[in-house]
């Protein structure tokens, strides 16, 4: 049974959170599985999802315009800037109803719906992050499932393109079910930071 939007969002919050804070302070100009950008890129592409996600809970007037340079976004230590925002974004969420319809980019839908792609992306990208990072995640199984049963139902010339998601990574060898979740994402999960 694939968990509710708002569950997987909270949780995404958390288990961002926790790769954010395991992050080595020093490696956020690093590089990352994300072709173009650096760690803090990702960092700050993640900030931006979930500012769109706090607006989406608040009932504000939203639109999806993110950052030629994610990065940018990020004012002063990236870890401690992270933390007050997903903190922010779990005071908000707790206690939502997410079947309340706002105004979205894509036109009125429920909370829940608007908040499925956020809340993906809080587990891809932390993914993304904790390679950077030179250490590895293992995304949920549920997140995995919630992810997958978003993601299929986006037509391919929809899902496969630069803005989105690359085509799958084909690999060779036995793969954990996040491994082969993010190879799905177009992501080589053997992906590693060049050694020093």
């Known amino acids: 049974m694939v968990t509710s939007p708002g569950e997987i969002y909270i949780s ?4 961002a959170t926790s790769v ?6 020093a490696g956020w100009e690093g590089p990352s599985p994300c072709a173009g ?3 803090l890129d990702v960092l700050g592409h993640l900030g931006a999802t979930t500012q769109f996600g706090t607006r989406l809970l608040e009932g504000a007037a939203t639109s999806w315009q993110p950052p030629s340079i994610p990065g940018q976004m990020v004012e002063g230590e990236p870890a401690s800037w992270w933390r007050d925002l ?7 969420a707790r206690g939502v109803d ?3 319809v706002v105004d979205t980019p894509a036109g009125r839908r429920s909370v829940g719906a608007g908040l499925t792609f956020p809340a993906v992306d809080l587990y891809v990208h932390s993914w993304d992050l904790a390679r950077s990072g030179g250490f590895d995640v293992e995304i949920p199984a549920e997140a995995i499932e919630f992810s997958r ?5 986006i037509p391919e010339e929809q899902l496969r393109r630069p803005a989105t998601f690359a085509p799958p990574a084909h690999v060779s060898g036995e793969l954990t079910p996040t491994g082969a ?3 799905w994402t177009g992501r080589d999960p053997e992906w590693a930071p060049p050694r020093s």
């Open 12 to 15: 995404g919050l958390e288990f």
């Open 86 to 92: 997903a903190l922010h974004a779990l005071e908000v």
């Open 20 to 25: 954010v804070d395991r992050f080595p302070s």
């Open 37 to 39: 950008w650096r760690a």
């Open 181 to 183: 979740f993010v190879a």
């Open 149 to 153: 049963s978003v993601l299929e139902r």
């Open 98 to 100: 997410i079947d309340r």
